[in-house]
């Protein structure tokens, strides 16, 4: 019996020698981590401080395209936004937890890259990369006026120089049963109200409009791409337009330029 309980005893001791080898390894990783996070944002700082001193903004440029530019950059509501919740192992929407998975890279976090650094950066990001959108306007408004980043004095808005925007000639609207089945034309103040929000970007802008009609032939795609062209490039649209470089792809398969199509008509009223 005394035997037994010396071993049970022991037992006792070694997991509680065991529990104490766990908590020190567990506080010897923070503290690993810790001191590696440390080093890195030394050497980042060192690195980009170099980078601000010793180059000129043109090489700087050439560095940012490189790192921030995305010729592809989808803007979308916050429900398709959805990221792991580590907690709850469910998909929902948290800001904070989404930026940090679409922007992972250090370099997006001006502690490890500097002040000045971060805001070339982000100024490249959103004057090089090419957004884009869905028919909801308001997304997109959204996006032109809001500070994401939180930098002074910064709106997307004024830097932002390539759009495209998806629209669609027909509407599968839940507020009918038919409409939902079989979608119906849009009207054309629905489309000229998806347009809308174009004009919040800065004069000069590249401006791609997807125009999809789900014609089932030819001689519907050339039907709904006039009619199109007629509503999205009415006269009104078409002056305020003037201020950026539009192009309309109908069905990925026709390219109509505006800028083109208003000097070719220039020159037929003019000579």
């Given at each position: 019996?005394?035997?037994?309980?010396?071993?049970?005893?022991?037992?006792v001791?070694?997991?509680?020698?065991?529990?104490?080898?766990?908590?020190?390894?567990?506080d010897?990783?923070?503290?690993?981590?810790?001191?590696?996070?440390?080093?890195?944002t030394?050497?980042c700082?060192?690195?980009?401080?170099?980078?601000?001193t010793?180059l000129?903004?043109?090489?700087?440029?050439?560095i940012?395209?490189?790192?921030?530019?995305?010729?592809?950059?989808?803007?979308?509501?916050?429900?398709?936004?959805?990221?792991?919740?580590?907690?709850?192992?469910?998909?929902?929407?948290?800001?904070?937890r989404?930026k940090?998975e679409?922007?992972?890279?250090?370099?997006w976090?001006a502690?490890?890259v500097?002040?000045?650094?971060?805001?070339?950066?982000?100024e490249?990001?959103?004057?090089?990369?090419?957004?884009?959108?869905?028919?909801?306007p308001?997304?997109?408004?959204?996006?032109l006026?809001t500070n994401e980043?939180?930098l002074?004095?910064?709106?997307?808005g004024d830097?932002?120089?390539n759009?495209?925007i998806?629209?669609?000639?027909v509407?599968?609207?839940r507020?009918?049963?038919?409409a939902?089945?079989?979608?119906?034309p849009?009207t054309a103040?629905?489309?000229?109200?998806?347009?809308?929000p174009l004009?919040?970007?800065k004069?000069g802008a590249?401006?791609?409009?997807?125009?999809?009609?789900e014609a089932?032939?030819?001689?519907g795609?050339?039907?709904?791409?006039?009619?199109?062209?007629?509503?999205?490039f009415s006269?009104?649209?078409?002056?305020?337009?003037?201020?950026?470089r539009?192009?309309?792809?109908?069905?990925?398969t026709?390219?109509?330029?505006?800028?083109a199509?208003?000097?070719?008509?220039?020159?037929?009223?003019?000579?």
């Amino acid at each position: 019996m005394r035997a037994e309980n010396l071993r049970r005893a022991r037992i006792v001791a070694l997991r509680s020698e065991l529990n104490a080898l766990e908590t020190s390894l567990v506080d010897a990783g923070r503290r690993s981590q810790r001191d590696l996070e440390q080093l890195a944002t030394a050497e980042c700082l060192a690195i980009t401080t170099n980078v601000m001193t010793l180059l000129p903004r043109e090489i700087r440029d050439m560095i940012y395209r490189y790192l921030s530019t995305r010729p592809n950059e989808r803007i979308e509501k916050e429900k398709f936004r959805a990221t792991l919740d580590p907690l709850t192992r469910l998909y929902s929407y948290d800001h904070a937890r989404w930026k940090a998975e679409h922007f992972a890279e250090h370099y997006w976090d001006a502690a490890y890259v500097g002040a000045s650094f971060f805001q070339e950066l982000i100024e490249n990001y959103y004057r090089t990369s090419t957004f884009i959108f869905s028919d909801e306007p308001d997304v997109m408004t959204r996006f032109l006026q809001t500070n994401e980043f939180h930098l002074p004095s910064l709106l997307p808005g004024d830097l932002v120089a390539n759009v495209a925007i998806h629209l669609n000639a027909v509407s599968y609207d839940r507020g009918s049963f038919r409409a939902y089945l079989f979608g119906v034309p849009k009207t054309a103040a629905r489309l000229q109200e998806q347009l809308q929000p174009l004009f919040g970007l800065k004069p000069g802008a590249s401006v791609r409009i997807h125009f999809s009609t789900e014609a089932k032939d030819g001689t519907g795609r050339d039907r709904c791409c006039q009619a199109g062209v007629e509503t999205l490039f009415s006269s009104v649209q078409r002056e305020r337009l003037k201020a950026y470089r539009v192009q309309l792809v109908a069905d990925e398969t026709h390219v109509f330029d505006l800028e083109a199509a208003m000097r070719e008509e220039w020159a037929g009223m003019h000579g």
